[in-house]
C-alpha cells in the first residue's frame, strides 16, 4: 500500500544513508587531496635521496604494531604514500612494484620476501617476520599535504619535523617522535577538514527543490609559517568554484566499494581515480559552490606550530527536497 506524501519524510528514501553531510565531507577531502597532487604536493623518494640533515629517506624501520609480529611491518618516515598517477603536471608520482631487502629487489609476491603495501601509513607488510638486522628500502612517492576529516584520530597527534630521517630514534622501532602508530599520527603541514552538519535553506525554483548552504572550515597546521600561508591561500582561492560530489550511498552499494583503497591500506584489484569517478554520471551526486570564503591566522604560543583557519559556505541545489 502508498502511503500519502503527507506521513513521510522529504528528501529521504532510506536511513543510515550517506545524505549533504557525510557526502560533502568525504567529497570535499577527495578533492582537496588529488587537488594537491595536480600541484605537485609530493616528494619522489628513491634509493639515493639523503634528508638535508643527513640520513637517507628510503630507508624503512621496524614498527612496533599489536596486531603484527615484532619486524614484520616496516614503515618510510612519511606516511600517506601516494597511488595516483596520470597527473596532469610535468612530473609523476613513482609506481611502488615491490621493495629492496639488502639491496636486492623483490616483488609481492616473492617466496621469502612476500609482502604488500600499506599506502596510507607509508609501510611494507611482510607476510612474516623478519630480522631486525634487515636493510630494507623503498622507493616511492609521499604526499606533502595531508588532508583529513577532523574528526578522524588521525588529528589526535601532530607530528612535527618528520622529514628529519637523520634523528637516531627514526631507526629504533617504538621510539621516539614515530612511536605512534601510524593510525593516530598526522604528518605537518595538514588539512583538517570540517563539515558542520547545520546551515540554511532557501527556495530554488517554484514547483520544488532548495538550496542548501553548508558551512564548513579547513583548520591548517604547519610547522614553518610558509607552508601554512601557502595552503591557506590555495584553499581561499577556490571561492566560487564548482565541483561535483559523488554519491557514497549508492558507491557503497555497488561492487567497486571501496574503489581505490581496502581496510588493509593496500590497492583494490582496479583502483578507480578521483578523477574517474566524479567524472562519470553513474556516481554523480550533486555540484556544490565554494561561497563567502575567508581566511584568519590563529596566534601561536610557541614556535614550531603555525595555524590557519579558512571558513567556507557550500551551496548546493537539493532538487529532491
Given at each position: 500500500?502508498?502511503?500519502?506524501?503527507?506521513?513521510?519524510?522529504?528528501?529521504?528514501?532510506?536511513?543510515?544513508?550517506?545524505?549533504?553531510?557525510?557526502?560533502?565531507?568525504?567529497?570535499?577531502?577527495?578533492?582537496?587531496?588529488?587537488?594537491?597532487?595536480?600541484?605537485?604536493?609530493?616528494?619522489?623518494?628513491?634509493?639515493?635521496?639523503?634528508?638535508?640533515?643527513?640520513?637517507?629517506?628510503?630507508?624503512?624501520?621496524?614498527?612496533?604494531?599489536?596486531?603484527?609480529?615484532?619486524?614484520?611491518?616496516?614503515?618510510?618516515?612519511?606516511?600517506?604514500?601516494?597511488?595516483?598517477?596520470?597527473?596532469?603536471?610535468?612530473?609523476?608520482?613513482?609506481?611502488?612494484?615491490?621493495?629492496?631487502?639488502?639491496?636486492?629487489?623483490?616483488?609481492?609476491?616473492?617466496?621469502?620476501?612476500?609482502?604488500?603495501?600499506?599506502?596510507?601509513?607509508?609501510?611494507?607488510?611482510?607476510?612474516?617476520?623478519?630480522?631486525?638486522?634487515?636493510?630494507?628500502?623503498?622507493?616511492?612517492?609521499?604526499?606533502?599535504?595531508?588532508?583529513?576529516?577532523?574528526?578522524?584520530?588521525?588529528?589526535?597527534?601532530?607530528?612535527?619535523?618528520?622529514?628529519r630521517v637523520d634523528k637516531s630514534d627514526f631507526d629504533v622501532a617504538g621510539s621516539g617522535a614515530w612511536n605512534y602508530l601510524g593510525d593516530y599520527r598526522v604528518q605537518l603541514p595538514c588539512v583538517?577538514?570540517?563539515?558542520?552538519?547545520?546551515?540554511?535553506?532557501?527556495?530554488?525554483?517554484?514547483?520544488?527543490?532548495?538550496?542548501?548552504?553548508?558551512?564548513?572550515?579547513?583548520?591548517?597546521?604547519?610547522?614553518?609559517?610558509?607552508?601554512?600561508?601557502?595552503?591557506?591561500?590555495?584553499?581561499?582561492?577556490?571561492?566560487?568554484?564548482?565541483?561535483?560530489?559523488?554519491?557514497?550511498?549508492?558507491?557503497?552499494?555497488?561492487?567497486?566499494?571501496?574503489?581505490?583503497?581496502?581496510?588493509?591500506?593496500?590497492?583494490?584489484?582496479?583502483?578507480?581515480?578521483?578523477?574517474?569517478?566524479?567524472?562519470?554520471?553513474?556516481?554523480?551526486?550533486?555540484?556544490?559552490?565554494?561561497?563567502?570564503?575567508?581566511?584568519?591566522?590563529?596566534?601561536?604560543?610557541?614556535n614550531w606550530l603555525y595555524r590557519s583557519t579558512v571558513t567556507t559556505t557550500f551551496e548546493i541545489i537539493l532538487h529532491e527536497i
Amino acid at each position: 500500500m502508498t502511503q500519502p506524501t503527507y506521513t513521510k519524510f522529504k528528501g529521504v528514501q532510506q536511513v543510515y544513508r550517506d545524505l549533504e553531510t557525510q557526502n560533502l565531507l568525504h567529497g570535499v577531502v577527495d578533492f582537496l587531496r588529488y587537488g594537491f597532487l595536480e600541484v605537485g604536493a609530493f616528494q619522489n623518494i628513491t634509493t639515493g635521496v639523503s634528508g638535508v640533515y643527513g640520513g637517507n629517506k628510503s630507508y624503512l624501520r621496524p614498527v612496533s604494531d599489536p596486531r603484527f609480529n615484532n619486524y614484520q611491518v616496516w614503515e618510510g618516515f612519511r606516511g600517506d604514500w601516494v597511488w595516483e598517477s596520470g597527473l596532469d603536471y610535468s612530473t609523476q608520482p613513482l609506481v611502488i612494484s615491490g621493495v629492496q631487502v639488502g639491496g636486492t629487489f623483490y616483488g609481492p609476491a616473492d617466496a621469502t620476501y612476500g609482502h604488500y603495501i600499506d599506502y596510507p601509513r607509508g609501510r611494507v607488510v611482510f607476510n612474516s617476520a623478519k630480522s631486525s638486522t634487515l636493510l630494507v628500502q623503498e622507493e616511492f612517492s609521499h604526499r606533502t599535504v595531508n588532508v583529513v576529516e577532523v574528526e578522524h584520530p588521525y588529528i589526535r597527534n601532530l607530528m612535527y619535523e618528520s622529514f628529519r630521517v637523520d634523528k637516531s630514534d627514526f631507526d629504533v622501532a617504538g621510539s621516539g617522535a614515530w612511536n605512534y602508530l601510524g593510525d593516530y599520527r598526522v604528518q605537518l603541514p595538514c588539512v583538517g577538514v570540517r563539515v558542520v552538519p547545520v546551515g540554511t535553506f532557501s527556495p530554488y525554483q517554484i514547483g520544488g527543490g532548495q538550496y542548501g548552504h553548508i558551512s564548513a572550515k579547513f583548520y591548517i597546521f604547519a610547522d614553518n609559517s610558509f607552508e601554512r600561508d601557502q595552503i591557506t591561500d590555495i584553499i581561499a582561492r577556490q571561492n566560487d568554484k564548482t565541483i561535483w560530489i559523488a554519491n557514497r550511498a549508492l558507491m557503497k552499494e555497488s561492487g567497486v566499494y571501496p574503489y581505490d583503497i581496502n581496510y588493509l591500506g593496500s590497492l583494490v584489484d582496479s583502483p578507480i581515480q578521483y578523477p574517474d569517478i566524479v567524472s562519470d554520471e553513474t556516481w554523480q551526486w550533486r555540484k556544490i559552490q565554494f561561497r563567502n570564503t575567508s581566511k584568519e591566522t590563529v596566534d601561536s604560543n610557541n614556535n614550531w606550530l603555525y595555524r590557519s583557519t579558512v571558513t567556507t559556505t557550500f551551496e548546493i541545489i537539493l532538487h529532491e527536497i
